[in-house]
């Protein structure tokens, strides 16, 4: 299941680890253990969004999907289009 995650300013429904930027998140509804898996997954993102970067910076301005790769079948998708993920929105 992808979440797209946005910065926000406002109430924050989950924070970076790293450096504590807030974010909104948008999914489907889940059952409560999809969801605690899901949210390890998003921090686990978030963390290597700071391999380049300490700060709030790290994290791309539009906000992004996590995570990352969750399928075998997007990240060979992507390969075969040159490394451009592909997205099911």
């Known amino acids: 299941m992808k979440v797209f995650c946005k910065r926000t300013n406002g109430n924050a ?3 970076c680890s790293v450096c ?3 974010f909104v998140l948008f999914w489907e509804r ?3 253990t999809e969801r605690v898996a899901v949210l390890r997954e998003i921090q686990e993102t ?3 969004h ?4 300490p700060g709030t910076e790290a994290h791309p301005q539009g906000g992004f999907l996590a995570p990352d790769w ?3 079948t997007e990240l ?3 390969a075969l289009q040159g490394g451009n993920q592909v997205l099911d929105l």
């Open 76 to 78: 060979a998708a992507a």
């Open 46 to 48: 978030m963390r290597r």
């Open 50 to 53: 700071h391999r380049s970067s």
């Open 30 to 32: 889940q059952p409560r």
């Open 70 to 72: 969750g399928d075998p």
């Open 20 to 22: 504590g930027e807030g």
């Open 13 to 15: 429904e989950f924070r």
